[in-house]
C-alpha cells in the first residue's frame, strides 16, 4: 500500500503571507494526487485534483504542483477562513491512502 | 440541492452493531459509486469501504473486513454500512463520501458531514 506523508504537521502563517504545504508518495501515484481542506467540525471539501486542477468553486489563490512523488499545495496570500487542516489522498492505486495533514494556524 | 446526509450513529457497547445509513438529493445517485469514511477523535481521515453504482464491485479496508458491510438502495438513493462487532478503534465520524467517478480508486468530489459513532462500555 502507498503511503502519504504531510509535512510540517502544523504550518503557522500570517494573514496576507504564503503558505506551502507538502505531501510525499512512498512510490508513484502520478498525478493521481487530490487535496481537501477540512475546517473543525466541518467535513472535508475537494480543493485540488489531478495534482493541479481546482475543482469547482475553488478560489485561484489555492494551487497545486507535483515534482516526482513530491507535492505541494501553495495557499498565496492566506485569508482569514484558509486556516484550517488540509489532507492529501493519492488514487492512483487501491486503495485510497490520506496523509496525516497539516494544520495551518494563524501566527 | 446537492447532498448527502447520514444518520444511525450513537454510542454503542464493544461488541454490538451499529447501521448507518447516508441519505442522497440532488444528483443522480445511481450513476455514482460510493464510500465510507471515517475520521477518529483528533485523528486524519481513513478509507473505509468502497461500492460501485450497481452494487457488483464492494472493497473494504483491512481494519473492517468481516465485521462490516456496504450496501445501497439506487430506487431510495440510499447507502448504508452495517457495522458489527464494534470495537474502540472504530469510535470515529463516518462520512458518506462519492466518488468523482467509478474506478475503485478516485478521488472524493462530495462529503455528507458525518455521523459519530462512539463504541464504549
Known amino acids: 500500500e502507498i503511503v502519504m506523508t504531510q509535512s510540517p504537521a502544523t504550518l503557522s502563517v500570517s494573514p496576507g503571507e504564503r503558505a506551502t504545504l507538502s505531501c510525499r508518495a512512498s512510490?508513484?501515484?502520478?498525478?493521481?494526487l487530490a487535496w481537501y481542506q477540512q475546517k473543525p467540525g466541518q467535513a472535508p471539501r475537494l480543493l485540488i485534483y489531478g495534482a493541479s486542477t481546482r475543482a469547482t468553486g475553488i478560489p485561484a489563490r489555492f494551487s497545486g504542483s507535483r515534482s516526482g512523488t513530491e507535492f505541494t499545495l501553495t495557499i498565496s496570500s492566506l485569508q482569514s477562513e484558509d486556516f484550517a487542516v488540509y489532507y492529501c489522498?493519492?488514487?492512483?492505486?487501491?486503495?485510497?491512502?490520506f496523509g496525516g495533514g497539516t494544520k495551518v494556524e494563524i501566527k | 440541492e446537492v447532498q448527502l446526509v447520514e444518520s444511525g450513529g450513537g454510542l454503542v457497547q464493544p461488541g454490538g452493531s451499529l447501521r448507518l445509513s447516508c441519505a442522497v438529493s440532488g444528483f443522480t445517485f445511481s450513476s455514482y459509486s460510493m464510500n465510507w469514511v471515517r475520521q477518529a477523535p483528533g485523528k486524519g481521515l481513513e478509507w473505509v469501504s468502497y461500492i460501485s453504482s450497481s452494487s457488483s464491485t464492494i472493497y473494504y479496508a483491512d481494519s473492517v473486513k468481516g465485521r462490516f458491510t456496504i450496501s445501497r438502495d439506487n430506487a431510495k438513493n440510499s447507502l448504508y454500512l452495517q457495522m458489527n462487532s464494534l470495537r474502540a478503534e472504530d469510535t470515529a465520524v463516518y462520512y458518506c463520501?462519492?466518488?468523482?467517478?467509478?474506478?475503485?480508486?478516485?478521488?472524493?468530489?462530495?462529503w455528507g458531514r458525518g455521523t459519530l459513532v462512539t463504541v464504549s462500555s
Open positions: 489522498q493519492q488514487y492512483n492505486n487501491w486503495p485510497p491512502a
Open positions: 463520501a462519492r466518488y468523482a467517478y467509478g474506478d475503485p480508486s478516485a478521488y472524493f468530489d462530495l
Open positions: 512510490q508513484s501515484v502520478s498525478s493521481n
